[in-house]
């Protein structure tokens, strides 16, 4: 137990190298990798992430506890995979079509990986058809969609209506500088995300069904 | 690069000491104490002891000029120091001795009880960039010969910072300096460790009053710091010209700093103020204009350039409410006071010109305080050269978030502030409740006041400051102080 716990703080501090050696260390110790991923890593993101939410904390070490994330996971993936622990779920994001702005959608990419979600960055400037497809073959939860501009924000209905057209699960977030509630209601998107940390919290709730 | 604001040419400003000069020296400074009188008469200025009159050489001036310091310490309870007046340094104080207070709970403007008295201190111990207390308000539950001394005492007892404060009678210096000896322990370590600063006030027109004047000797033999605030008033008590007002307050601050020189060679002191423009609609004071605030940092540069450590009221607002207008004005005194590098800025929580207190103000001057902290710490080079490593880390990561740089830099280059300032996107903004600034502020206020721990002075000089409280409230029929709660 005090490994996991050695490896929640190590992450909370955002220490990528230590988080590393020490999710080695149980595994070599053959502590199941479900135990090290959800009461390890996760465990430290979550009190990351309460701290950012309460501002004791901001964005850079958000991100560094992210990159510790991450750099567990590396030894981790291979066990969790042969043991079939799921992961929190696969995530498309992508700057749509039009739009070529992609620093907010980014962000929302290192922060859901750093929530422990495969991430499929389509990049900007991506058509409806490309998030469907995307979202089809790799059995994707969510679909993240970004806009910075008030000229491209209507795409992000065609790209709600081509899901429901193609009979996708996949639940549709919206975010970005001109989008809001209303805006993501009207559309019929399952989903608007006000900032980054606010759009990791709803691909939760709809990855685990809400 | 300190960014600086200068509002008079040298060549000006002499001219200006040389008219302040030939003011005192011939038409001379209306003196009601006759003590006073005799000490200036012994040291060679003429008295018209009948006119209650002194005419001050400009020997004397020289001679003043040339033993008051050119900058002083100050320290809190625990003997830490806190400041240090000199050069372009700059330190925030709250606006003092408002008579009311703007209730953040009811929105009411009323008199100030002890309650709110310690309510204040706890709120002024959690910020950060309010290094000194003022006795803020006039507390009008103890009888009013005791209001300066219990406030001091309050603060004492309460709060660790030291305290920008003023004796209303000639009677009360005794007690407050006895109040702050019950903390230093003798009249030598109080000499070595000032705790306090007194306000002095000439009356304008070139006057100084029994009162004051007294003040300002007993300070200066206590070696108590003072500052000296002339107070002239543009069209009205001065010329309407702001030369002409700056005059004026150079007149009235030459004969203080003659006094109290004479009185205690190197006594430290503040060259400071509180001018106003006269509004001739309203018939009022407004501090919030901006001629006042040219007067305050044109008074400063005058301060400077006799070597003087300087101070002005110039961080308030006429406004009667915590509303744009208090934000508007408050923020403009506190840029230029701090640009003109004005070493005691007095006035964060001032409303209602100087009378009135809001705890909710100020914990928003706070924020203007740290941001005008930050303006003066300039731009700087911070590993910035060569640029190309990290302009290439920028187009590698395609962020610079976690960068080595970022995170070496983040804190001194960004100023983050308090909750009161608030820089959510809309829609966080709502779902956090929607709140003015008003609300923030009040959630901050309580904060503040919940976070509080008390003072660490020793228990046996809290118990010896209320015994010494208690006896002069005794004196002028008070049997028992009021309950701190």
């Known amino acids: 137990m005090d490994l996991l716990k050695s490896i929640a703080e190590s992450l909370e501090h955002g220490d990528d190298e230590r988080v590393h050696a020490l999710v080695t260390e149980a595994v070599a110790a053959g502590l199941p990798a479900g135990d090290v991923l959800n009461q390890g890593l996760i465990a430290g993101m979550g009190v990351v992430g309460e701290q950012f939410r309460l501002r004791e904390i901001f964005l850079p070490d958000v991100l560094l506890a992210a990159r510790a994330m991450y750099a567990g996971l590396d030894v981790l993936k291979p066990l969790l995979a042969r043991d079939g622990v799921p992961t929190a779920g696969t995530v498309v994001i992508g700057s749509v079509q039009g739009d070529l702005h992609d620093i907010g959608k980014n962000l929302v990419g290192i922060m859901l990986k750093g929530a422990g979600f495969e991430v499929v960055d389509l990049g900007n400037d991506v058509a409806p058809e490309r998030f469907v497809d995307a979202a089809a073959r790799s059995g994707a939860a969510v679909i993240g969609l970004s806009a910075l501009l008030t000229t491209t924000m209507s795409v992000m209905k065609d790209v709600v209506d081509l899901v429901k057209a193609r009979g996708l699960k996949a639940r549709v977030i919206v975010g970005g500088a001109p989008v809001s509630e209303a805006f993501a209601k009207d559309i019929g998107a399952d989903a608007y995300g006000f900032d980054a940390a606010n759009a990791v919290d709803r691909v939760k709730a709809l990855a685990a069904g809400a | ?485």
């Open chain 2, 1 to 485: 690069m300190r960014p600086t604001l200068r509002l008079l040419e040298d060549s000006l400003i002499e001219r200006i000491l040389d008219e302040a000069r030939t003011i005192v020296g011939t038409l001379g400074v209306e003196i009601h104490n006759p003590g006073v009188l005799a000490l200036l008469g012994d040291h060679g200025a003429r008295i018209d002891a009948a006119g209650s009159r002194a005419f001050i050489p400009g020997a004397l001036i020289d001679r003043a000029l040339e033993s008051a310091p050119s900058g002083f310490h100050l320290y809190d309870v625990l003997g830490q120091e806190t400041h240090h007046f000199c050069g372009d340094r700059v330190h925030f104080t709250p606006g003092s001795a408002a008579i009311t207070v703007l209730d953040g709970d009811t929105g009411e403007i009323r008199k100030p009880h002890t309650a709110d008295y310690i309510k204040y201190v706890k709120v002024v111990s959690g910020l950060r960039h309010i290094e000194a207390q003022s006795t803020a308000f006039i507390p009008a539950d103890v009888p009013s010969r005791v209001s300066d001394s219990y406030r001091l005492y309050l603060s004492l007892l309460y709060g660790e910072k030291p305290v920008v404060t003023g004796a209303f009678t000639i009677e009360a210096f005794a007690i407050m300096r006895d109040l702050q000896l019950a903390v230093r322990g003798s009249e030598t370590a109080l000499a070595e460790k000032p705790l306090t600063i007194f306000s002095c006030c000439p009356t304008s027109p070139i006057k100084w009053s029994d009162v004051t004047s007294q003040n300002v000797v007993d300070c200066a033999r206590a070696s108590i710091p003072v500052e000296f605030i002339s107070m002239p008033l543009t069209g009205f008590m001065a010329p309407v010209t702001l030369v002409g007002s700056i005059i004026e307050h150079a007149a009235e601050t030459l004969s203080g700093l003659v006094i109290s020189q004479l009185a205690n060679p190197g006594a430290p002191v503040l060259w400071g103020g509180s001018p106003a423009i006269f509004d001739v609609r309203y018939e009022t004071t407004p501090m919030g204009a901006v001629e006042t605030m040219m007067l305050d940092c044109a008074n400063s540069e005058v301060g400077k350039f006799l070597g003087l450590p300087t101070q002005g009221y110039i961080q308030m607002s006429d406004a009667k409410q915590l509303d744009a207008q208090a934000g508007l004005e408050s923020t403009m005194g506190a840029t230029l006071a701090a640009l003109s590098g004005i070493n005691s800025v007095s006035g964060p929580g001032m409303l209602d010109f100087e009378s009135c207190q809001s705890l909710e103000k100020l914990v928003v001057d706070h924020e203007v305080c740290a941001m005008t902290q930050r303006l003066l710490a300039g731009i700087e080079p911070r590993d910035d050269f060569p640029s190309l490593p990290l302009f290439e880390e920028l187009l590698r990561e395609k962020h610079l978030l976690i960068a080595k740089h970022t995170r070496k830099h983040l804190k001194a280059e960004i100023l983050v502030p308090g909750p009161v300032i608030d820089r959510a996107n809309h829609a966080r903004w709502v779902e956090e409740g929607s709140l003015t600034l008003g609300a923030r502020a009040r959630a901050e206020v309580a904060r503040l006041v919940a976070a509080y721990t008390p003072s660490r002075l020793a228990d046996e000089a809290k118990a010896e400051l209320t015994r010494r409280m208690a006896a002069e409230a005794k004196r002028y029929g008070m049997d028992r102080l009021p309950a701190q709660t």
